[in-house]
């Protein structure tokens, strides 16, 4: 009987660590390097407003960042990317097939700056990240990233960035 019940103990602990695919989770907020923290996140948006206007500095939100979070989960796991069409905040996603971290997704948005022209109000090409961080009214952010398991993507990262109050409102200048 006692062998037994060590065959079965045994048995237990060995398919405990097993991966049967695609009921894996995804790795949240996945280390990418020392620098790729929330501080730095913030720090970024603000030095790209701070190109833009004075003030209206974004600051940190934990509950948002649980909120990215969970998205980001969602996503990785679906092996998807596409904007949340019930979230209250303004987002920005991005994803990569590498691992990819906060301040890689911010300049990536970032780089849509040259696409928009402020005195009309216009995009030439994709700019509606941009508009998102530069948001004047916007004041908190929050952001997560999570390892994708399925999907084109796999084993790459996805990076979510909520803003509350959200932005980019059609004929609205962002600052």
């Known amino acids: 009987m006692l062998k037994l019940n060590y ?16 009921d894996s989770q995804p ?9 790729d923290t929330a501080v730095d996140a913030t720090n970024r948006h603000n030095e790209i407003r701070g190109e833009v206007f004075e003030g209206s500095k974004l600051v940190w ?3 948002i960042a649980q909120s990215a979070e969970d998205y980001a989960i969602k996503l990785a796991y679906k092996g ?42 216009t995009c030439d090409g994709e700019c509606s990240h941009y508009t998102q961080i530069v ?12 390892t994708y398991v399925n999907g084109e ?3 790459g990262t ?9 932005g980019n409102y059609i004929d609205v200048k962002p600052y």
């Open 80 to 121: 998807i990317l596409t904007h949340d069409t019930e979230t209250e905040y303004g987002e920005n996603l991005y994803a990569s097939t590498y691992s990819a971290g906060y301040v890689e997704a911010i300049n990536k948005w970032y780089s849509e700056k040259i696409n928009y022209d402020y005195n009309s109000n």
């Open 7 to 22: 065959l079965v103990l045994i048995s237990a602990l060995l398919f405990t660590g097993c991966d049967f695919g695609s």
């Open 61 to 63: 939100n934990e509950g």
């Open 153 to 155: 993507y796999k084993g």
């Open 135 to 146: 948001w004047k009214d916007t004041t908190e952010v929050g952001c997560a990233k999570a």
């Open 158 to 166: 996805v990076v979510v960035c909520r803003y509350n109050p959200k």
């Open 27 to 35: 790795i949240v907020n996945p280390p990418i390097n020392p620098n």
